[in-house]
């Protein structure tokens, strides 16, 4: 057989004449190499994942812009840009196949967590804390509380309020009608201050307060674990990408005009996972990046599962930290 004969043969996927080259393929590629035909060989040939992987590497040696070349044209997912590569994809929730699938948190979950599509809907608001006042209350900033205290005295401007507690009594008195009390701005700190008589107010004579308290409560603690989870994923990720990455606007692909929403994030050790990947697979069908097509896909195969402890509550101070960002939004 001449040269020639050789090359096709590898081409065409017929590996029997390696017999010649000690049965090595990477003899092959130097013979070829040293007669300055590598260029001959095709790297998408019929049976090229025999040895495509190994063909890779001897780029990876002696042909850096041919390596390059293919691994960029075989990982749909990559771009470089200036020497750096990017992961391209539509949605955050593809990295989801990066984490084990398991009891505490499925794949799934994680997905809708990354898309802002995850609602946590097995809490009621009213199982998660039996004292609302010490939850939200005690815990509102001085301008949350002004606001608080303001809205009750509006909400019960007029009315004749039961003397449930001591404090009410000596309201009632100072007010010269023991029987009631009139709630106004010059009892209400005193009130609010009270949580006995507050948490019957709440109960009596403000219902759908109370019901906005419990809702407040609720989503500000469904928010905090939900970030809280967020975070986790993320400190996971970030052990092959760098950062959070950003949404960019391109054109789509083939109808004119139209602008599409692709996450682009800058990926952490690139050419070290791509060559370990190689030498890991070198002479196994379907190991090849080639048959998985995509960087996530790739990873998804050669390294093991993500996973982390999924917390059992969120960070108390984030809770406190959604109350008030949010308490106005509710009243």
């Given at each position: 057989?001449?040269?020639?004969?050789?090359?096709?043969?590898?081409?065409?996927?017929?590996?029997?004449?390696?017999?010649?080259?000690?049965?090595?393929?990477?003899?092959?590629?130097?013979?070829?190499?040293?007669?300055?035909?590598?260029?001959?060989?095709?790297?998408?040939?019929?049976?090229?994942?025999?040895?495509?992987?190994?063909?890779?590497?001897?780029?990876?040696?002696?042909?850096?812009?041919?390596f390059w070349k293919y691994v960029l044209k075989f990982l749909g997912d990559v771009e470089m840009?200036?020497?750096?590569?990017?992961?391209?994809?539509?949605?955050?929730?593809?990295?989801?196949?990066?984490?084990?699938?398991?009891?505490?948190?499925?794949?799934?979950?994680?997905?809708?967590?990354?898309?802002?599509?995850?609602?946590?809907?097995?809490?009621?608001?009213?199982?998660?804390?039996?004292?609302?006042?010490?939850?939200?209350?005690?815990?509102?900033?001085?301008?949350?509380?002004?606001?608080?205290?303001?809205?009750?005295?509006?909400?019960?401007?007029?009315?004749?309020?039961?003397?449930?507690?001591?404090?009410?009594?000596?309201?009632?008195?100072?007010?010269?009608?023991?029987?009631?009390?009139?709630?106004?701005?010059?009892?209400?700190?005193?009130?609010?201050?009270?949580?006995?008589?507050?948490?019957?107010?709440?109960?009596?004579?403000?219902?759908?307060?109370?019901?906005?308290?419990?809702?407040?409560?609720?989503?500000?603690?469904?928010?905090?674990?939900?970030?809280?989870?967020?975070?986790?994923?993320?400190?996971?990720?970030?052990?092959?990408?760098?950062?959070?990455?950003?949404?960019?606007?391109?054109?789509?692909?083939?109808?004119?005009?139209?602008?599409?929403?692709?996450?682009?994030?800058?990926?952490?050790?690139?050419?070290?996972?791509?060559?370990?990947?190689?030498?890991?697979?070198?002479?196994?069908?379907?190991?090849?990046?080639?048959?998985?097509?995509?960087?996530?896909?790739?990873?998804?195969?050669?390294?093991?599962?993500?996973?982390?402890?999924?917390?059992?509550?969120?960070?108390?101070?984030?809770?406190?930290?959604?109350?008030?960002?949010?308490?106005?939004?509710?009243?």
């Open positions: 057989m001449d040269v020639q004969d050789l090359i096709d043969s590898f081409n065409e996927g017929d590996d029997d004449f390696l017999i010649h080259f000690s049965n090595d393929v990477v003899v092959f590629f130097k013979f070829l190499d040293r007669r300055g035909l590598l260029n001959e060989l095709d790297p998408e040939g019929r049976r090229a994942e025999n040895y495509q992987n190994e063909l890779l590497l001897f780029y990876h040696e002696n042909d850096k812009e041919k840009v200036d020497g750096v590569a990017y992961l391209v994809i539509d949605s955050l929730g593809e990295f989801a196949q990066l984490f084990c699938d398991d009891r505490d948190i499925s794949r799934k979950t994680i997905e809708e967590i990354l898309d802002g599509e995850y609602e946590v809907d097995y809490w009621s608001s009213y199982d998660l804390t039996d004292n609302i006042y010490r939850d939200v209350i005690e815990e509102l900033t001085k301008e949350n509380l002004r606001y608080l205290k303001d809205y009750i005295v509006k909400e019960l401007e007029g009315k004749q309020i039961e003397l449930y507690t001591e404090l009410l009594e000596s309201i009632a008195e100072r007010q010269g009608h023991p029987e009631y009390v009139v709630v106004d701005q010059s009892n209400i700190d005193e009130i609010v201050d009270d949580e006995e008589t507050m948490r019957y107010i709440l109960t009596h004579d403000l219902d759908d307060l109370k019901s906005d308290l419990y809702n407040i409560y609720g989503n500000a603690y469904s928010w905090a674990y939900e970030s809280e989870l967020y975070g986790d994923i993320w400190g996971e990720i970030n052990d092959y990408f760098i950062g959070k990455g950003q949404w960019l606007s391109r054109p789509h692909s083939y109808r004119q005009g139209v602008e599409v929403q692709r996450y682009v994030i800058p990926i952490k050790d690139f050419e070290t996972h791509i060559l370990d990947f190689l030498h890991q697979y070198k002479g196994y069908m379907n190991g090849t990046l080639e048959y998985w097509g995509s960087y996530l896909s790739m990873l998804k195969d050669s390294v093991s599962c993500l996973s982390f402890r999924v917390p059992d509550y969120p960070d108390s101070r984030e809770v406190d930290k959604n109350i008030n960002e949010y308490f106005g939004d509710y009243l």
